[in-house]
């Protein structure tokens, strides 16, 4: 697509796609997609801390109300929470402007339907194909026209929501917890969930500026969560992203817990208690295979898809999975929300550390990961994948694999990389394999 990215529209604000001209015409050309009755419509929009967020949440807003849709501002909010607060108020669209992990000068646009999922391809073809067109003739006029209110403490209903996706008598009294939020999105929300809780709450990463989101901290940033960890002798740390849809945990002892250990996690958990659907979880084709054969040890199964958390929540959704993720953190729990949540994962996760009365270095040690080893091969020809060279060597990689490895090798959604993805036992072996693979890209590009 021209615009539509993985998620969403994302790019340097104010470069050659991101601009609030592309923003005013994406507020009408959706606005337009979602007028579905003779109504009021409404939209609600959410945003990270990044200074243009403010800059696109205008050109939005004025492109929605150009086509007479009425606009709810709620303020710096967690991603998750724009889907949650779109199906609370009842509202035609919700939309988050955010570039999630990104450094500060990048933004996005992530747009919800009325259901809190997101967009579909074929509703985001529908609304390419009219930012490209002249929308003169659908602006409204006089009393058509419709406004901007800002919804002041709209994160508190978030806040509530996230706390009653646990039970009652939940309390995380006498547990210390360091929370990093990247200067992001979840500055407020994650720490007061935590201390209402009864946790005893160290905070980083709360103090955005419009500069500082996921600088040197949040879930692509460890270091100082870890670090915080052990000096302050708490039982874990929470690593959250510019968005908050993703989370990273930190054990005691300051290692890090991915993506792959926190399903594993979770989903015995909840097999244990029957509450796990589908007879498995669906993750990505970048989980370890230490995961997969883990989940196959307690008569479980590995649902894989392409990467990007729409495509493993379109895969829960269509074979009633209720856990999904991805390595990366984004943890989707399906009975509690649309989209990937940081805030809520990492509460379920706590409570099965609690629950278990053991360390989290020892509940979220499920299994011995394979090595893997992945590699980014920049590219400038068109499709260096095609080259039958490289064609030869990944096929003569996996005759030696077998059944002992995998390989995933794709082009980046977002950059002109190819990704050079392999794990196997032997670790020499793979180290070689994706070597000479990706030598070979480079000689073809």
Not at 326 to 343: K, P, R
Request: net charge neutral; glycine share 10%; charged share 25%.
């Amino acid at each position: 697509m021209k615009y539509f990215g993985t998620d969403g529209i994302r790019g340097l604000a104010n470069g050659k796609k991101l601009t609030p001209d592309l923003a005013l015409k994406v507020g009408m050309a959706t606005g337009l997609v979602f007028k579905r009755g003779d109504y009021r419509h409404r939209v609600v929009i959410g945003k990270d801390t990044r200074r243009s967020s403010y800059m696109i949440e205008n050109a939005l807003s004025a492109g929605f109300n150009a086509v007479g849709l009425d606009v709810y501002r709620l303020g710096p909010m967690p991603t998750p929470a724009v889907a949650m607060l779109t199906r609370s108020l009842r509202a035609d669209l919700g939309v988050m402007i955010s570039a999630s992990h990104n450094k500060f000068e990048d933004n996005g646009i992530k747009l919800f339907q009325p259901d809190g999922f997101k967009l579909s391809d074929k509703i985001e073809k529908q609304i390419e194909d009219l930012i490209d067109s002249d929308l003169t003739s659908e602006l409204e006029q006089g009393r058509g026209i419709g406004r901007a209110t800002q919804i002041d403490e709209a994160w508190t209903r978030y806040l509530e929501y996230a706390k009653r996706t646990l039970d009652r008598d939940i309390d995380f009294s006498g547990m210390r917890i360091v929370v990093d939020c990247a200067n992001g999105a979840a500055y407020k929300t994650a720490p007061e969930a935590l201390k209402e809780l009864g946790a005893e709450v160290i905070m980083i990463g709360v103090s955005p500026n419009g500069y500082n989101i996921n600088d040197r901290v949040g879930s692509t940033a460890t270091k100082a969560v870890c670090e915080e960890v052990v000096k302050s002798r708490a039982d874990l740390g929470i690593a959250l992203d510019g968005d908050a849809d993703r989370v990273i945990i930190i054990d005691e002892s300051g290692q890090v817990v991915d993506g792959d250990q926190f399903m594993a996690t979770i989903a015995q958990s909840w097999h244990k208690q029957n509450k796990l659907q589908g007879g498995g979880i669906v993750a990505t084709i970048m989980s370890n295979l230490g995961l997969e054969r883990y989940l196959n040890s307690i008569n479980l199964k590995l649902e894989r898809t392409k990467v990007g958390d729409r495509h493993v929540l379109e895969t829960m959704r269509n074979k009633g999975y209720n856990v999904g993720g991805e390595q990366s953190g984004h943890i989707i729990l399906s009975d509690f929300g649309t989209t990937g949540d940081g805030l809520v994962a990492a509460l379920q996760l706590i409570t099965v550390i609690q629950e278990e009365q053991r360390p989290a270095s020892e509940v979220c040690s499920r299994f011995i990961k394979v090595p893997q080893l992945l590699n980014n091969v920049r590219y400038n020809s068109s499709n260096p994948l095609e080259n039958e060279k490289v064609k030869q060597v990944i096929s003569d990689s996996q005759a030696m694999l077998k059944d002992n490895g995998r390989l995933v090798i794709r082009k980046s959604g977002t950059e002109p990389l190819i990704r050079v993805m392999g794990e196997a036992d032997d670790e020499k072996l793979i180290t070689s394999i994706v070597f000479d693979i990706s030598k070979t890209i480079e000689k073809a590009t």
